[in-house]
């Protein structure tokens, strides 16, 4: 085989639309036959496929590139603070063994070096905890992403046959059968096709569906059918494909999110007070100094000195930035990432992780969402009879009450007045005809519930016609119905199927008991309308199916004289169990519910009301709270934008009815919505939202404009997302409590200790220093980042996107305890040493220093626990396994250190009875926070309902 057209050709002709092109080749056939394709029966032979797949690429784009942990290592240590720590160590290591030690007078070559190789060990560990960190990052997302990668399945021609493959199995030369739905990953050509559309939004960033057809055959990949059903034949695959070239070219990284980005900022301002404060501390220093030599003729300039002033000076900076933030941000939401998918939530965005924590209002759809994906026919009327399916036994299910067929009034009886009468078979195969006709390429849980009917009717085995003898016009929410139209015996038929209420305007007859087709008077019709208000007041989903026969040249779709109803359907849908108490859940996190559906007004309510989304003060239908799509998208704007948030039920809605409520809503930019759904036309109404969430038995086109997929369609997901949310925020914030809590401390201490300190030296080492650096960035992050969701999250309101970072209450968390971690430091820097039995400003007075400021980070570990003003700072505590661990490991490393790290960190060993003070000063900070708390209480006053957000 030899093809003579070049990937990137055919890639230009669909992507471009190159018309001249592809009518130069000779259309479609041209095209097939450069290919050489046959465009009836597909591709046939293996060792064909595999050619074209080595000539053309096969359909799949290769893996992103991923860095190594060495590239990580490298990044890290490219950091300027660890390049000037380096800088400084190996300069210290120099002049450790090549100046005299200001303290003694002499070169120490035994312990010159300690200092410089212990920041030089210091700065290795940071780095390499910050590479594992990334990198361990980077894998997990990786894993991540491969769990959210769909195997998409298409149908395609191959030997004249129909067989579905796996979409990465595509290749150049396949003709692909089309329907409402597909998500074109291929660039394609079409074929053949009855009413086919294209959304192409996300290539040409133009909103109008682009109908197929007429000049422009072009099937982009990336764009998705929104109507209609055809074939089309594959030109391009892969990387080789419009979107696949787009996508390789435009690979990056992943964008921070709006937290993230946050942070940063907050990080950036905190780091130049850090370097403000390390500056004044060295000049302060360094004047110190430069005043003590100044005054003092007989004492000797030491480089070395002003070199460890500096060095502290650039540990102090090290501390002050605080680089935990953003990685806070990342492992908290990679975290609950991986436990949302436990939870049946595959997170496709990161953003949408934290965006949910403010979710103020959810807009779900009912099938499947709130109803579990169990449907059954349980009521049918047809014939003038009414069937009790559910009560029917099978024995009983042709024999019911007749009465009188011309005398539709009385056309209603119960199956207490079961008689032996029989209806017609042709009325009951009519019925089940226009079912299988009408549902065609259908596999919705509406036409399992209806072929099951068919199968109990005993009409199972009817085979429906050949496609040339067939047209079709599968489901569109903006008609409301689907159609098919099939020649048979020398005339044409339509079968009809959708929503009631639209099919009953539309028809002119009825079908009788004995199969008679009678016009449908005005009394026929209020009969028929008021079975429909029974069967939508319990709420059963109501369908009408209908037929038209005409000649055989009457083969248009919408040419047809006369329209016969030939049932009313009552569908049911049980509602999921756990949704109610879900429902309940939203209102006690006051996140307002509303269900938007495409079933009539007076079943939506019902359904509603048993999910307790409408409460039981309406009795009645109020137009306040609940109508129907069509008065909702005729409103004046203004009036809408009054109106939209008491809305709690948008009846008979189309798609582009859901996108206006959900645009409407976010009018207020304090709104935070969240939507529901699952089919194609519902993408728009995704994308707008700030969070969509798609079914995973939706649309490859509904999943791709979503953000989250709800594994299993549960609308309880929705209600985890956004307890995941607020636990995401919730984390986030409690680390930054944490940490400008020692971050704060640390500076003031390392300043004001070194103006008390003799020696012009800081209390706190820059190995130290360090040290505290981990504790507060990797392992703090690690443990408050990670900490479970409770139920108390959703007996809040949500916090408002205007709300900041840093509220009220952290603030009041952060000075206090900063005053009081300050207050003990400098009561052990001033009268410590006479408390500790150890002398002034000497190893052991400053060890004793340190140990203790180590020790109040982790008690202080448990007061950031908590955001609001519960008193119990170890409330729930068994939620916390990750932060207890890290407290044991930081605690174990502590003693460590004091015991054995010796002129390597600046320590000596201390007593027990020393470490018994260490630990009451330390736990001091518990009755702090209580303090803190009260006193914030009394601020604020009293108030029953928690607010931790002001």
Not at 11 to 29: C, E, I, S, W
Not at 154 to 175: A, F, M, P, Q, Y
Not at 180 to 208: F, K, Y
Not at 851 to 874: D, S
Request: aromatic share 6%; glycine share 6%.
């Amino acid at each position: 085989m030899k093809f003579t057209l070049e990937p990137d050709s055919l890639r230009d002709m669909v992507g471009q639309k190159d018309t001249q092109l592809y009518n130069k080749l000779g259309g479609v056939a041209g095209v097939a036959n450069e290919l050489e394709v046959n465009l009836h029966s597909g591709l046939c032979r293996a060792e064909e496929i595999d050619t074209r797949a080595i000539r053309y690429g096969k359909n799949v784009l290769p893996p992103a590139e991923r860095m190594t942990l060495w590239e990580f290592i490298k990044d890290a240590a490219n950091d300027k603070t660890m390049l000037i720590l380096i800088g400084a160590a190996v300069l210290s290591l120099v002049l450790g063994l090549t100046t005299p030690d200001p303290r003694t007078g002499v070169v120490e070559y035994s312990t010159g070096w300690i200092e410089g190789a212990a920041i030089l060990v210091s700065v290795f560990i940071v780095i390499m905890v910050t590479a594992v960190n990334d990198f361990k990052k980077q894998e997990k997302f990786a894993e991540l992403e491969n769990t959210s990668t769909e195997h998409r399945t298409v149908t395609v021609l191959r030997n004249g046959h129909k067989t579905d493959i796996l979409s990465e199995d595509l290749v150049v030369g396949d003709v692909i059968a089309l329907r409402t739905g597909t998500r074109l990953t291929v660039d394609a050509i079409l074929i053949s096709g009855q009413g086919v559309v294209c959304d192409e939004s996300d290539i040409t960033g133009e909103t109008d569906d682009v109908p197929k057809g007429d000049g422009d055959d072009f099937l982009i990949s990336g764009t998705s059918l929104t109507e209609g059903i055809g074939y089309a034949l594959v030109t391009a695959v892969g990387v080789s494909s419009f979107s696949g070239h787009i996508a390789m070219i435009t690979r990056a990284k992943k964008k921070p999110t709006p937290l993230q980005e946050k942070l940063e900022h907050l990080a950036d301002v905190i780091g130049k007070f850090g370097l403000l404060a390390a500056s004044i501390t060295f000049v302060i220093l360094a004047a110190k100094e430069t005043y003590l030599l100044w005054i003092n003729a007989d004492q000797k300039f030491h480089f070395m000195k002003y070199w460890e002033m500096l060095t502290t000076a650039v540990a102090i900076v090290v501390v002050a930035v605080p680089e935990g933030l953003p990685l806070s941000v990342t492992i908290a939401l990679a975290y609950s990432m991986q436990q949302m998918l436990d939870d049946k939530n595959l997170v496709r965005h990161l953003a949408a992780c934290e965006t949910m924590g403010g979710a103020t209002c959810i807009c779900s759809d009912k099938t499947g969402t709130l109803t579990a994906n169990e449907m059954s026919v349980i009521k049918l009327w047809t014939g003038g009879q009414h069937f009790d399916l559910a009560r029917l036994k099978e024995a009983e299910w042709l024999r019911v009450s007749v009465g009188d067929a011309q005398n539709p009034q009385d056309a209603t009886p119960t199956p207490a007045d079961l008689v032996d009468i029989e209806m017609n078979r042709d009325v009951i195969k009519a019925v089940a005809e226009t079912i299988i006709y009408s549902s065609l390429d259908e596999s919705n849980r509406t036409a399992l519930a209806l072929m099951e009917l068919v199968a109990r009717l005993g009409y199972d085995s009817l085979v429906p016609p050949s496609s040339p003898d067939c047209k079709r016009e599968p489901f569109c929410s903006s008609k409301k119905q689907s159609k098919t139209k099939i020649k048979q015996k020398g005339q044409s038929i339509m079968y009809v199927k959708g929503a009631s209420e639209v099919i009953l305007a539309q028809c002119t007859h009825w079908m009788n008991q004995s199969g008679e087709r009678l016009p449908l008077t005005a009394e026929y019709r209020t009969v028929a309308e008021r079975v429909l208000n029974e069967y939508a007041s319990v709420g059963l989903r109501t369908l009408c199916i209908a037929n038209s026969q005409g000649s055989e040249q009457d083969y248009e779709m919408d040419t047809y004289a006369t329209l016969t109803c030939l049932a009313l359907i009552g569908i049911e849908e049980p509602i999921r169990p756990e949704v109610e108490e879900a429902i309940s859940q939203c209102k006690a996190a006051g996140i307002g519910v509303k269900m938007v559906t495409g079933d009539n007004l007076v079943s939506a309510v019902a359904v509603a009301r048993r999910c307790g989304i409408v409460s039981d003060d309406y009795r009645t239908l109020d137009s306040r709270v609940m109508l129907e799509g069509k008065e909702f998208r005729e409103m004046p704007h203004a009036i809408r934008i009054q109106r939209v948030k008491s809305i709690v039920v948008l009846a008979r809605a189309t798609p582009l009815d859901k996108q206006l409520l959900v645009e409407s809503l976010k009018d207020d930019p304090l709104q935070v919505v969240a939507v529901t759904g699952d089919g194609t036309n519902d993408g728009p109404a995704l994308k707008c939202a700030d969070v969509g969430f798609a079914m995973n038995s939706g649309t490859e086109v509904a999943k791709a404009a979503s953000d989250i997929i709800l594994t299993d369609d549960n609308f309880v997901g929705v209600v985890k997302a956004v307890m995941w949310g607020r636990n995401v925020n919730d984390n986030i914030r409690k680390f930054i409590q944490f940490q400008l809590t020692v971050n704060s401390a640390a500076c003031l201490i390392a300043i004001i200790g070194a103006c008390m300190s003799e020696t012009n030296l800081s209390p706190l080492k820059p190995v130290q220093l360090l040290w505290l650096n981990l504790i507060m960035d990797s392992l703090a992050a690690l443990g408050l980042a990670t900490e479970l969701p409770s139920a108390s999250l959703l007996c809040r309101d949500p916090l408002p996107k205007n709300a900041p970072i840093i509220n009220r209450h952290m603030w009041g968390f952060i000075v206090g305890q900063g005053l009081y971690q300050l207050q003990v430091c400098l009561f052990l820097l001033t009268y410590g040493h006479e408390w500790m039995g150890v002398s002034y400003f000497d190893d052991a007075h400053l060890t004793c220093v340190f140990n203790t400021f180590v020790l109040l980070q982790v008690v202080n570990f448990f007061n950031a626990r908590q955001l609001g003003l519960e008193l119990n700072v170890f409330a729930e505590i068994h939620r916390s396994h990750t932060l207890m661990v890290i407290a044991v490991v930081i605690t174990l490393f502590q003693i460590l250190i004091v015991n054995y790290g010796g002129v390597f960190f600046g320590v000596v060993p201390v007593s027990s009875d020393q470490w018994l003070k260490a630990l009451i000063l330390s736990a001091g900070s518990l009755p702090v926070s209580v303090m803190i708390k009260l006193f914030l209480k009394r601020k604020r006053g009293h108030k029953s309902r928690p607010i931790l957000w002001s």
